[in-house]
């Protein structure tokens, strides 16, 4: 990977996207676009920020659910119902109106108010279950289980994974050679399943994972370690995105199989991220997404010795100017 320090150059993208249909093919177009690689540098590291806040729907999700989403609606669905913190369900709303397939988001109620107008406003119907988006998760099975009806989960389906892979794909277009890791959030897992598969088509076997979740919901770790699916009774965390009690059971072989370094970061390690990327770069981004950044500049240990690296910028849905004004001032305050 080559890094420039013009200005002129500092974005990169191929118009090009992977799931796009060649001429004269019936397949349906993505939903999701190429999303643009901005070069930097933090500290000694040269780093590539793959902007994925930058979909139609403001995060990743909208890769995998697309395809998804677009995979059930061929096959004559007339109803998506999915469970979701916020970023997933808003991409299910988003591709639902795409697509003409009314949706139903069911949510925890640690969804903030302001996700839940965005949800309201692209025509789905949302409903308020339980304290934690498993307990959501329970409602929305549930309603699935009427005809024609879909079940979009937010992160544990193969399709999920294989929409997700695209952004790999995309970065072997943009990245002149291989980067030594690759940065990603860990919630349930399903970017970090998407991100492993792409590393697999597009050769990648010697980039590293670094796989980041926040102290208060760090499920991967324990379950690695174990070699078993480890459930948390309480997840808590600002980057409610990333509160699940128990990543997708795939994910332990898939993780065995590479190169992948589990990593915590606090609360206030993952807003301190937010803020710097507001401040270097003018990308608002949510805390889960802070998640992943934040070990690039609290200078952490799993980073020494690398000199290039990609973070997957992965949402900036769940957030408002008013966040990150709190955090700055927290943070000058401390």
Same mark, same amino acid.
């Given at each position: 990977?080559?890094?420039?320090?013009?200005?002129?150059?500092?974005? =990169?993208?191929?118009?090009?996207?992977?799931?796009?249909?060649?001429?004269?093919?019936?397949?349906?177009?993505?939903?999701? $676009? +190429? =999303?643009?690689?901005?070069?930097?540098?933090?500290?000694?590291?040269?780093? %590539?920020?793959?902007?994925?806040?930058?979909?139609?729907?403001?995060?990743?999700?909208?890769?995998?659910?697309?395809?998804?989403?677009?995979?059930?609606?061929?096959?004559?669905?007339?109803?998506?119902?999915?469970?979701?913190?916020?970023?997933?369900?808003?991409?299910?709303?988003?591709?639902?109106?795409?697509?003409?397939?009314?949706?139903?988001?069911?949510?925890?109620? =640690?969804?903030?108010?302001?996700?839940?107008?965005?949800?309201?406003?692209?025509?789905?119907?949302?409903?308020?279950?339980?304290?934690?988006?498993?307990?959501?998760?329970?409602?929305?099975?549930?309603?699935?289980?009427?005809?024609? =009806?879909?079940? $979009?989960?937010?992160?544990?389906?193969?399709?999920?994974? @294989?929409?997700?892979?695209?952004?790999?794909?995309?970065?072997?277009?943009?990245?002149?050679?291989?980067?030594?890791? $690759?940065? +990603?959030?860990?919630?349930?897992?399903?970017?970090?399943?998407?991100?492993?598969?792409?590393?697999?088509?597009?050769?990648?076997?010697?980039?590293?994972?670094?796989?980041?979740?926040?102290?208060? &919901?760090?499920?991967?770790?324990?379950?690695?370690? @174990? %070699?078993? +699916?480890?459930?948390?009774?309480?997840?808590? &965390?600002?980057?409610?995105?990333?509160?699940?009690?128990?990543?997708?059971?795939?994910?332990?072989?898939?993780?065995?199989?590479?190169?992948?370094?589990?990593?915590?970061? &606090?609360?206030?390690?993952?807003?301190?991220?937010?803020?710097?990327?507001?401040?270097?770069?003018?990308?608002?981004?949510?805390?889960?997404?802070?998640?992943?950044?934040?070990?690039?500049?609290?200078?952490?240990?799993?980073?020494? %010795?690398?000199?290039?690296?990609?973070?997957? +910028?992965?949402?900036?849905?769940?957030?408002?100017?008013?966040?990150?004004?709190?955090? @700055?001032?927290?943070?000058?305050?401390?």
């Amino acid at each position: 990977m080559t890094f420039s320090a013009s200005v002129a150059n500092a974005y =990169t993208a191929d118009s090009r996207s992977t799931f796009a249909p060649p001429v004269g093919s019936d397949r349906a177009a993505p939903l999701h $676009i +190429v =999303t643009p690689l901005l070069q930097t540098r933090v500290g000694d590291l040269q780093v %590539g920020l793959k902007l994925d806040n930058l979909q139609p729907a403001r995060s990743f999700k909208l890769r995998g659910i697309g395809l998804l989403c677009q995979h059930h609606a061929a096959r004559g669905v007339r109803r998506f119902v999915c469970s979701s913190a916020g970023n997933a369900g808003y991409a299910v709303a988003w591709a639902g109106r795409a697509l003409g397939v009314p949706v139903t988001v069911v949510i925890p109620q =640690t969804t903030p108010e302001f996700m839940r107008v965005r949800i309201r406003a692209l025509g789905a119907e949302l409903r308020c279950e339980g304290a934690v988006w498993d307990e959501a998760n329970s409602v929305a099975l549930r309603l699935a289980e009427a005809a024609d =009806t879909a079940f $979009i989960p937010p992160f544990d389906d193969p399709l999920l994974w @294989q929409g997700h892979a695209s952004l790999v794909e995309e970065l072997a277009r943009q990245c002149a050679t291989p980067p030594d890791a $690759i940065l +990603v959030a860990v919630g349930g897992g399903g970017l970090l399943l998407g991100v492993l598969e792409g590393l697999r088509r597009v050769g990648w076997q010697r980039t590293r994972v670094l796989a980041v979740e926040p102290e208060g &919901s760090a499920s991967l770790a324990p379950s690695l370690a @174990q %070699g078993r +699916v480890v459930e948390l009774s309480a997840p808590r &965390s600002l980057a409610t995105s990333l509160c699940v009690k128990r990543i997708a059971p795939a994910l332990i072989d898939a993780c065995r199989a590479a190169d992948v370094v589990p990593l915590t970061v &606090s609360d206030a390690e993952a807003t301190t991220a937010c803020v710097r990327l507001a401040e270097d770069h003018g990308q608002m981004i949510e805390p889960a997404c802070g998640a992943a950044l934040a070990p690039l500049y609290a200078d952490h240990a799993a980073l020494r %010795g690398l000199r290039h690296v990609v973070a997957v +910028v992965c949402g900036g849905q769940v957030v408002t100017l008013g966040d990150l004004a709190r955090w @700055q001032g927290e943070q000058n305050a401390a």
